[in-house]
């Protein structure tokens, strides 16, 4: 997630075709296609975190982990 610099999202995802869990970095608005099911979106744009946490992204992905609404991201998982 800290990888990305500029804009993009960062997406917790199912393989279709495997079942594992993967971790998909999107450039810009980029969506998640093909085999993947997005489980967990992180936004890393400037506008997500910066009135908040000013310009420390670190900060604002640590704090993220805090608001993911896990239940929801296992229920896409099982679906």
């Known amino acids: 997630?800290?990888?990305i610099q500029?804009?993009?999202w960062t997406w917790l995802v199912k393989d279709t075709?495997?079942?594992d869990l993967e971790i998909i970095n999107k450039?810009?608005?980029d969506p998640v296609i093909g085999q993947y099911?997005?489980?967990v979106g992180i936004d890393a744009w400037e506008h997500a975190y910066y009135l908040q946490y000013k310009?420390?992204?670190a900060d604002y992905f640590k704090?993220?982990?805090?608001?993911?609404n896990w239940k929801e991201a296992e229920?896409?998982?099982l679906a």
Do not use: C, E, T
């Open 75 to 77: 229920k896409r998982f």
């Open 37 to 39: 099911v997005p489980l």
């Open 17 to 19: 075709n495997s079942g």
């Open 6 to 8: 500029g804009s993009g």
């Open 55 to 57: 310009n420390v992204k």
């Open 63 to 68: 704090a993220i982990w805090n608001v993911i």
């Open 27 to 29: 450039a810009n608005q």
């Open 1 to 3: 997630l800290a990888a």
